[in-house]
């Protein structure tokens, strides 16, 4: 049964370009959520998604970033005309079920490390 | 609004030495999810525990064990007779319901060294 996956692991940009990173959550699950890890912090939530529907973005930053996860396919967090700030590592993660009276865990992916030049 | 602190910022012990890592949280909700995950060298994070507030048992599995008590709002992990392969960054997290729907809120993690 495969785990949660990411691609890239690893992808460089150069400031004012895009940066599109993919999740594929586990089977079986029909949640997402975004994390981002900045140098020496921790986690930090973006967003969560569920098939077609955005649930929760309270963490991500105003501008420049968007996520989708459509119907079919994986879940995309997109990064608009990076800055050197956005380098971090991204964290996805998927779980069977979220909210309500009953909590699922939420297994991570092996993140992606974006370093904007 | 919820916090979870984790006041060692790096711990290192000899192999075979037992040591545990706090973790403090803060949420105002009476139904919440306390969990641990392992983030080794090669970064990937990986599930330990999950805890809900009804359900203060300790558990023990293998070397690990966690000690929750809601009178202190704590959620310790004691890894026993560690070893090199131990060597992590550990954090502990908490989902609370309302509007946090699924939003972990993460601790700054513990960056724990096992010297052979």
Not at chain 1, 23 to 45: A, D, I, N, T
Not at chain 2, 20 to 25: A, E, G
Not at chain 2, 26 to 37: G, S, V
Request: proline fraction near 5%; aromatic fraction near 14%.
């Amino acid at each position: 049964n495969a785990g949660v996956m990411q691609n890239p692991r690893h992808l460089v940009r150069r400031r004012g370009q895009e940066a599109r990173l993919r999740c594929s959550p586990m089977k079986g699950h029909s949640h997402v959520y975004w994390y981002r890890q900045l140098p020496e912090e921790g986690l930090k939530f973006m967003v969560y998604l569920q098939k077609e529907n955005i649930i929760d973005e309270s963490g991500m930053p105003k501008e420049r970033f968007s996520a989708e996860f459509p119907k079919e396919g994986p879940s995309i967090l997109r990064i608009q005309q990076v800055v050197r700030g956005d380098s971090a590592a991204y964290f996805c993660a998927s779980s069977p079920y979220s909210g309500g009276a009953w909590v699922d865990t939420q297994y991570f992916g092996p993140g992606t490390r974006l370093t904007v030049l | 609004a919820q916090k979870v602190t984790q006041a060692q910022t790096e711990i290192s012990v000899v192999e075979k030495e037992d040591v545990t890592l706090d973790c403090v949280y803060e949420t105002r909700d009476t139904t919440y999810y306390l969990f641990w995950y392992k983030q080794p060298p090669s970064g990937e994070l990986v599930f330990l525990i999950r805890r809900n507030s009804f359900d203060e048992q300790n558990e023990i599995s293998g070397r690990y064990s966690w000690n929750f008590q809601k009178s202190t709002s704590s959620f310790n992990f004691t890894i026993t007779a560690s070893q090199v392969v131990d060597s992590a960054v550990y954090f502990c997290a908490l989902y609370a319901g309302g509007t946090s729907y699924g939003k972990l809120t993460f601790g700054q993690g513990t960056i724990l060294t096992v010297h052979p």
